[in-house]
């Protein structure tokens, strides 16, 4: 498997290529599966560029995204896209659209509730756990662990000289994971390391312009079709073109 990650935090300093509204996540979606990509994650924009749960904003982009691909799409719960926990779980509960999966970032706070809030609406949920977080020592002990629909193992180290030192200590620290399949993945200057090592490894993982706006060797990438074509090589499935 492997997830396109098609915005995340970014905006539009982060250049032309990031999509942000409803049709540019389309677009970019239906690039990215057309290059390989299984899965979507995005994160639904304001007008103004920020992300928000609030069903007015979450409803058109995943109505706009799923008019154009027909793998599972998914979208982020995370705390700065409503810092309240509280209101994060009203949020989730308001949805009038609803994603396949969710991430939910388990060293957070409120992350219990707002997983059992995404289950009590049949989302699937996408247990987040950071590297130089206390995540995988929560996550090991909630009830939920077996329930979710897989565990993302998010290293967070930018570097790409230890970005895999980090990768196998958050693997050993997940131990087991209540048996759930694992995506790994890394992010900036780690993003590439890691996804080499995911393929090393068999694991699921992810790429896209959430998570790196370069390619390989360096290059500005131009879409998250051309990350994924060039993930395809560095996993070692083999060469797609976007």
Known sequence: MIQVCLNGTRGAGDGAVVPLSPEALADSAAEAVAAGATDIHGHAKTPCG????????????????????????????????????????????????LPDHASVNWHEDGAEDVAAALMERGVGVEAGIWSGTDGAARFAASPLGPRVL?????????????????ARALL???????GRPVLLHGEDGGAWPVLRLAGRLGLATRVGLEDTLVLPDGERA??????VSAAWVQYGWGRRSP
Not at 75 to 95: I, L, Q
């Open 172 to 178: 050993a620290d997940l131990g087991s994971a209540f």
């Open 222 to 227: 131009r879409s998250n079709a051309q990350l």
């Open 150 to 166: 897989r565990v993302l193992a998010e290293v967070t180290d930018p570097s790409a000289q230890t970005a895999e030192e980090s």
């Open 50 to 97: 920020q992300d928000s749960l609030s069903p007015r904003v979450l409803t058109p982009a995943l109505e706009a995204i799923r008019a154009r691909v027909p793998v599972p799409v998914g979208v982020t719960t995370g705390a700065w896209a409503e810092p309240d926990p509280v209101a994060r779980v009203r949020r989730v509960r308001s949805w009038t659209a």
